[in-house]
């Protein structure tokens, strides 16, 4: 390269770069203060002084812009472009029409407008979380809400921490820690990512016994496993699958019985934790808190947020001077919950106090009860909808689908719902196609979360309830695929 080319080239050079506003004038300008008054001075001055940069690049490269065009309004709009996307939080509110009600991804349990207003209140003004207003002194965290879980189980005390994985844990350590747990090999089960009944067992530092086998386990083998270094009598709820065929697995009652006549405690993880018959809603059939207590379990724990509809949280319920060793264990305090989680579960459990009025109050009873002929109309009122949204190139019908409890909760049983399915109108290479509108559905502003199955991908409207509807009707013109 000679050097009359290479000068000619640094004159061009700089007299590009000089077309690039300074940072300082850009900031100064009357449309960066509306910027700078919602994100401030900082953030500000670095997104302009990223979008400067990132303009010299293009010039550098080539680019060519109008010369009608402000390139001092182009980095406002660059920056504030930035600024929003950085500020947008990370956890962010989806539609799930999966079909899946209490979809462990997607946060479980919604809460009821009572629960939502309680935790307000408690994010924004001080509470008396751990002190008695009768008496003027300390108080404990449980006392609030003991009371109540103990009316609606039947059970002579409680204790609440961070999830039924932590009741467990908290359970075995205190009762079994060093000593033998004895459980059928039926109920030895994962539920989801790392939930392990033999890892939480050793982690506890509780040595566990297995018994039976996969598909049968009798009376007898719990009776001749007991020695002197067992801590305790355990089942487990078959969350999320089920054993069928030639099964045989001992009651409560009668393994609590079994316990009890050797001097045993007896504990369940029942892990839904149900407060109420599902029967007498349409639901099938869950054995409840209630029931297992009067069975004869010793210590019962569960969800908050499975069927009970509450915020995430474990539940332990049981014989007093069993809760009483669990609450004095040193491994309550760094599982034990927040007051946003005895302000939500409260008004939750409240709600049982009136079993007439639970479907419709209490959400995720409400969501699981919708029948199909509401989301068969939401279904055809969509349709149109969505197929104009869509144009030709794919086909959108009404159609019958079915729904699931979800978090392990029933897993055999389904409930009939209504919704869309959308499929490539030309038929062949129908997979990449679902999946691009799948892509398109999730990057909406509230994405969209459906299922594909049967070369189609799947929205299941049970979850869609009307006060949601227009807005997912109004994002629909957003949809790019
Ligand atoms: C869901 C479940 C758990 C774990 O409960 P989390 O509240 O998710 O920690 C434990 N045991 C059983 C039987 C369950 O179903």
Redesign the pocket.
């Known amino acids: 390269m000679s050097e009359v080319s290479g000068n000619q080239l640094n004159r061009d050079t700089r007299a590009l770069l000089a077309r690039v506003p300074a940072v300082e004038r850009v900031l100064s300008s009357a449309q960066a203060q509306p910027l700078i008054d919602e994100y401030g001075r900082t953030q500000v001055v670095d997104a302009i002084r990223a979008a400067a940069d990132s303009l010299r690049r293009d010039l550098l490269a080539g680019t060519t812009f109008d010369e009608s065009f402000s390139l001092e309004t182009k980095l406002i709009d660059d920056a504030s472009r930035t600024l929003a996307a950085r500020a947008r939080p990370h956890l962010r509110a989806v539609f799930n029409l999966t079909g899946t009600v209490l979809h462990?991804n997607l946060g479980r349990a919604l809460l009821p407008d009572e629960a939502v207003r309680a935790v307000i209140e408690a994010l924004t003004r001080p509470m008396n979380l751990e002190f008695d207003l009768a008496t003027g002194s300390r108080g404990d965290r449980d006392d609030l809400i003991d009371e109540l879980i103990c009316e609606l189980t039947g059970a002579e005390a409680a204790t609440v921490v961070?999830?039924?994985?932590?009741?467990?844990l908290l359970t075995l350590s205190a009762l079994a820690s060093k000593k033998e747990v004895v459980v059928s090999r039926g109920e030895l089960?994962e539920?989801?990512g790392a939930?392990r009944?033999p890892d939480i067992m050793s982690r506890a530092g509780a040595k566990l016994r297995e018994i039976g086998t996969t598909n049968r386990t009798h009376l007898k083998d719990y009776d001749e496993a007991i020695n002197a270094r067992t801590a305790l009598l355990m089942k487990?709820?078959?969350?999320?699958y089920a054993i069928e065929g030639f099964t045989k697995s001992v009651s409560v009652d009668e393994v609590a019985q079994l316990a009890h006549a050797r001097g045993l405690p007896m504990a369940v993880?029942?892990?839904?934790g149900t407060l109420v018959d599902l029967a007498q809603f349409g639901l099938p059939t869950e054995p409840t808190v209630r029931e297992t207590v009067e069975a004869g379990a010793d210590l019962v724990?569960?969800?908050?947020?499975?069927l009970l509809g509450g915020p995430?949280?474990?539940l332990i319920v049981g014989r007093a001077e069993l809760i009483r060793k669990i609450k004095k264990h040193p491994l309550k305090r760094a599982l034990r919950v927040g007051k946003l989680t005895l302000a939500a579960l409260e008004p939750v459990l409240q709600l049982y106090r009136a079993p007439e009025l639970l479907r419709e109050r209490l959400t995720t009873l409400r969501l699981l009860t919708r029948p199909a002929v509401d989301m068969q109309e939401q279904a055809s009122r969509l349709q149109a909808v969505l197929q104009r949204t869509l144009g030709e190139a794919y086909s959108v019908t009404a159609e019958p689908m079915m729904s699931q409890i979800g978090?392990?909760?029933l897993p055999v049983d389904q409930l009939p719902s209504f919704g869309l399915a959308m499929r490539n109108a030309a038929g062949k290479r129908g997979g990449r196609a679902l999946m691009k509108l799948e892509e398109a559905l999730r990057a909406l502003p509230r994405p969209v979360l459906g299922r594909i199955a049967d070369d189609a991908l799947r929205l299941d409207l049970r979850c869609l309830e009307a006060a949601d509807e227009a807005t997912f009707v109004a994002q629909c013109a957003e949809l790019r695929i």
């Open positions: 462990t961070n999830n039924n994985a932590a009741a467990v089960v539920i989801g939930f009944i487990v709820h078959c969350s999320n993880d029942l892990g839904s724990t569960f969800s908050g947020d499975k995430q949280a474990g978090s392990g909760a």
